[in-house]
């Protein structure tokens, strides 16, 4: 069971070695590491996040959001392999064993257009995936929030099946957002999920999830939403993430979930850990 943050959350003022006791008070054991600009790290935070994969927290990592491996522009594609190939190296040297990437976009948004920059994805990780050594890394490409982004569940299934190291990230806040408000009830949620299950048996227990609420309109996601906070309308946030948690424990999923909350990951990844221990 996995539950933590995404970076370091606005309200820990610390270093970053005091980060981990914090999380702890709040019985958060995970991490979502954001390479918002790269896959870089100072030798000392490399140490640090070691050490606490070593105590007991669970490390994932974001990939930085100019990867774009479904891109039109093959020079694109190409530097974003290289990035990919840094940042699984990376990865092993701190014992991160899940990175999150966004598929991209760029792409004609037609059937054709995204069904091109799909395939394209698909041999650009296959390619760069079978020129290293994954060790236990597990890549993660995640739902896209906007409707023109790509990263459907579908696609993020047809990624999965036919790219031996891909998981599935089903962030639900994008799910949700990128069809203009779809999880209206946790019957819903728990199809999408389902259908997940029944495409990719075997890589449905790798689940990851971001979970969150968030404001979008009719191109899908406009902004993450503080935890607690209501809709523009005044309406309550969504998608409902007490339907989630229990969604998780009627299914029996094994939880590794990050919390991207506007400035308050922390406030909702506790509140998500404590009612799926309830
Ligand atoms: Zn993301």
Redesign the pocket.
């Known amino acids: 069971m996995v539950f933590g943050v995404a970076g370091v959350p606005t309200h820990y003022k610390g270093k970053l070695s005091g980060l981990f006791p914090w999380l702890k008070e709040m019985n958060l054991n995970g991490v979502e590491i954001q390479c918002t600009y790269g896959f870089k790290m100072s030798d000392e935070n490399k140490k640090l996040y070691k050490e606490m994969g070593e105590n007991g927290f669970f490390l994932s990592m974001?990939a930085p959001y100019y990867i774009n491996l479904g891109s039109l522009n093959n020079q694109v594609v190409g530097r974003s392999k290289s990035n990919m190939k840094e940042g699984i190296e990376l990865a092993k040297s701190i014992g991160v064993t899940r990175i999150?990437f966004?598929p991209g976009g760029g792409h004609e948004n037609t059937i054709e257009g995204r069904q091109h920059a799909i395939k394209q994805l698909i041999d650009a990780v296959n390619e760069f995936t079978s020129e290293i050594d994954m060790v236990d890394v597990r890549l993660y490409p995640?739902i896209g929030g906007k409707t023109a982004s790509l990263g459907s569940l579908d696609e993020i299934i047809e990624i999965c099946k036919n790219c031996k190291y891909c998981y599935p990230c089903i962030?639900i806040a994008h799910l949700h957002a990128r069809e203009i408000g779809s999880l209206t009830s946790k019957e819903i949620l728990k199809s999408k999920l389902q259908k997940i299950k029944d495409a990719i048996p075997e890589k449905f227990k790798y689940i990851h999830f971001?979970a969150y609420t968030i404001n979008y309109g009719e191109k899908g996601e406009i902004k993450h939403l503080y935890f607690g906070d209501t809709m523009p309308d005044g309406s309550a946030g969504s998608p409902n993430l007490d339907d989630f948690i229990a969604v998780l424990k009627e299914m029996n999923i094994e939880p590794w979930v990050i919390s991207e909350a506007l400035d308050s990951q922390e406030l909702s990844a506790k509140y998500m850990h404590d009612l799926y221990v309830k």
């Open positions: 974001h999150i966004h995640e962030d971001h």
